[in-house]
């Protein structure tokens, strides 16, 4: 595998059920991000985490619950979502470096999530 | 506030046109300016890059320049390509962060051969 992977593609889930959302980047980067993509809206910044510790959190509801277990790995852990929360998730990393004037973000190829 | 405005689409070309697609910022200090590019049932992809005024940013043929005196980074392509039929978003640092992005909508390009 390369770049950044996203499992599953696609989700479908009821407003109560659980589910997890992964993804794994094979770039050796330190930081790693969760964007909401929904149609006809700017990509929003949901998470950031680098060097695996939280450091933005975009007053995103609390039925959205992050974890970053390693620098590779990043997880959207989701419970009782609303249908407005259906949209395109969509997974990057990048290396952070104090210092550096811009941070390339690459992104995965996303998973759709529709809440029924 | 800090935002980016681009092009509202859909743009549809004939093969071989040429492409504009605009791209303004409102940002205080001097952010960092990309282009990414999404093709159908993928991520985005970094297409090009600019990190300070009058830099010019290129890549498969797409050019953007970081004017910041109209504090505007249109992208360009002399020649477009079926192949390059994807959505297009304009972004920057626009934050005073070198990690948070602010993205535009996007614009959904279509070209025909």
């Known amino acids: 595998e390369t770049g950044v992977t996203q499992t599953p593609r696609h989700l479908v889930m009821g407003m109560t059920n659980k589910k997890s959302l992964k993804c794994e980047q094979h770039?050796?980067?330190?930081?790693m991000y969760w964007y909401k993509q929904s149609a006809k809206k700017p990509l929003e910044l949901m998470f950031v985490?680098?060097?695996?510790?939280?450091?933005e959190n975009n007053s995103v509801p609390s039925r959205f619950s992050p974890e970053c277990p390693n620098s590779s790995h990043l997880f959207l852990h989701l419970h009782t979502l609303q249908p407005e929360d259906s949209a395109l998730y969509l997974c990057a990393s990048s290396q952070d470096s104090s210092g550096r004037s811009y941070n390339e973000q690459f992104f995965g190829p996303g998973t759709r999530l529709t809440v029924l | 506030g800090n935002s980016v405005t681009q092009m509202e689409g859909p743009v549809t070309l004939s093969e071989e046109a040429f492409l504009t697609i605009n791209c303004t910022y409102t940002?205080?200090?001097?952010?960092?300016l990309f282009w990414y590019v999404q093709y159908p049932g993928e991520g985005l992809q970094l297409l090009l890059k600019a990190t300070k005024a009058d830099d010019k940013g290129s890549n498969k043929g797409f050019e953007a320049t970081y004017r910041k005196e109209t504090t505007s980074f249109h992208l360009e392509k002399g020649s477009v390509q079926v192949s390059d039929s994807a959505v297009y978003f304009c972004a920057g640092t626009l934050l005073g962060s070198n990690y948070k992005l602010t993205f535009g909508k996007g614009t959904l390009l279509t070209v025909n051969p």
């Open positions: 985490y680098s060097l695996e510790e939280r450091v």
């Open positions: 940002a205080t200090g001097y952010p960092s």
């Open positions: 770039l050796g980067h330190n930081a």
